[in-house]
């Protein structure tokens, strides 16, 4: 812009800022002379109005709390990203599935090392690292309640259970009879269930089986995880799983209110291709598009489970699973046509609509469980699929189709009856309005706005956007490619989230927030009061089971005890020491550090690391840690605290001795 112009701008800026702190009887303490201050600074900054509006809308002062935390996904850095909206500020990384050295993952401390090891079936040496795509917040009656976080790994077939009193891992469950994970996490509205569907599906049983075989031997699964009440722990035992026929299951959520009991999962191809593009046969994409419907997967669980406690159920690695047959037989298993490649289906507030895109369709098709539970009544169905699921007919099922542009993925919903669906091929937000009971006659179904994003959108997410009770009001565009939105930094270029304000009539992007590590996928917006986290463990905390360790000792118990060739040290961490800071063990014995770190105020974190032992450890105030190592090289090791915790904290080290 250039000078004369942006004089203009700014004048006229002036003159909006200053009608507005006459409005607002902002006379004092700064008043209309502040006002104008803004005015200058943004002519000095060379911003327009717009972009002042822009900064405001998501601008948090210093020392103020963001609204929201945003629960995002961490992609194949194996973790979980928390951000403050509308800050947009990270505020934390939680370590999922993936080692993590700063925060005592993986490195010796015996919670981590368990959790890992649980999480990880199988006889080829423990899984370091994970894909999360799909964090799932906890739920009563339909409302995020703020208790625990779910989490899967897209590369395999797991998850992971983080406690939102600490935001830490606290379990990984290893889903038998699923090698790849993707449908869901969804909880159920009182998380009676966590749900998690195969991606790829897996040969039925374990084991091999050659792809010409794909049609027999694999199947894809939907896993239907109980959840403990009391702890937010996985229960295996209680959980079942309902065979499904080999389709890329892909997407899936939870039905609510009008759909309670039901699930739905995406299915891409349903052709069976395999692949095999150097052997003579189509290459995947091709050959997985060449229909044109796929199914969605209608499941009635609260059926199943009775199926399930009736006894109909097969055990197969240690979990109970519905075969197909028994599914289809008791009827808690039904397909409806959905168009080309579906990628994303989301259910609206109500629980009535079902929505669903296909990336090669420009519509959004919404089903309606109301004409789902009739045409299953009156068993409204155009066949079977091959393996005998009825497949209800598409027109008795869809209460309304949208254009919406092209590459729809993903659906979120907002307080009034608007859904907001991410366009990856047009790179946009389009801002739609559902049917009854939010909109009648004309004004439903309809297109209302469209905003641009930078660039590719996969999912993006409302404030509470999956609830019963949206609050709408930001919506942030989770971007697989920002291209020129930032410095170049190498060919590897950030991923791009952009916050979308949703207050007037027109959606307008608002902020750039690039993410330097791995590619997010979903994400959840939950208002910040719900979350009840601790700022400060009670002393001697076990970060297993959030209980007293039985290893926990106040300030002055520190001892050390040889048994045989096992040295075990009660050992306390406070600013500025360990104690005891000197540790005598002879080459090959078995070490057993107990760590109580017996600080009691708000961030006095200690770190303990041993060089060349590959341990480090991250204790937090009143908790305690154990860590467990065979002292096989000798020399003289001076650990230290790997936290600057106080003017002393350099001299926060000690002595770890083993005499050859
Ligand atoms: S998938 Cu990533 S953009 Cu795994 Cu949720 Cu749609
Ligand atoms: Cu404790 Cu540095």
Known sequence: MNRFGFTITAVVLAGLLAAGAYLFGARSAGGVAGFAEVARIAQVRQLAPADVAAAVRSFVPPGKHDEYYMISSGGHGGQVLVVGLPSMRILKVIAAFANEPWQGFGYGADWSETILDQGTAGGNGRLTWGDTH?????????????????????????IAMIDLRDFRVKQIVDIPNMQTSHGGVFATPNTDYVHVSSKVPTVWGGGYAPLDQYKDRYRGVSAWLAVDRETGRIDLARSFQIELPPYNQDLADAGKLASDGWGFINSYNTEMAIGGNMEGRPPLEAGASARDFDYLHIINWKKAEEVV?????????????????????????????????????????????????????????????????????????????????????????V???????????????????HAYTSLFVDSAVAKWTLGEPYFRGEAAWKLVDKVSVHYNIGHLATAE???????????????????????????????????????????????????????PHYAQIIKADKIKAWAVYPAGTDLRTMGRSPYAIERGKERIERRGNVVTVWMTSARSNFRPDTIRVRRGDTVI??????????????????????????IDPGETVTVR???????????????FCSALHLEM???????P
């Open 629 to 643: 190592f065979v002292a096989d090289r000798p020399g003289a090791f001076s650990f230290y605290c790997t936290e």
């Open 465 to 519: 956007g999956d609830t019963v009770s949206p609050d709408g009001r930001y919506l942030v565009a989770l971007n697989k490619w920002s291209v020129d939105r930032y410095p170049v930094i190498g060919p590897l270029h950030p991923q791009n989230f952009q916050l979308i304000d949703l207050a007037g009539p027109k959606m307008q992007v608002v902020y750039d927030m690039p993410i330097p590590n791995a590619e």
């Open 653 to 659: 080290q000690g002595w770890l001795l083993v005499e």
């Open 399 to 417: 209460a309304g189709r949208v254009n919406v542009g092209n590459g729809p993925l993903h659906t979120q919903f907002d307080e009034r009856g």
């Open 134 to 158: 799909h964090p799932a917040l906890s739920e009563t009656n339909g409302e995020y309640d703020g208790r625990w976080l779910y989490i899967n790994d897209r590369a395999h077939g797991r």
């Open 309 to 397: 406690r009736a006894g109909k159920f097969e055990t197969r690695n240690g979990v109970r699973v519905i075969p197909l047959g028994t599914a289809i037989a008791e009827g808690l298993l039904y397909f409806a046509p959905e168009p080309r490649s579906p990628h994303g289906v989301d259910v609206a507030p109500n629980g009535r609509y079902i929505v669903v895109s296909g990336k090669l369709d420009p519509h959004t098709t919404v089903y309606d469980i109301e004409l789902i539970k009739k045409a299953i009544a009156e068993k409204n169905f155009e066949g079977t699929d091959p393996f005998g699921v009825p497949i209800l007919k598409f027109d008795a099922v």
């Open 593 to 618: 550090l107990h760590i109580t770190n017996t600080e009691k105020i708000r961030d006095a974190t200690h770190g303990f690391a041993i060089p060349q032992y590959n341990i480090q450890m991250s």
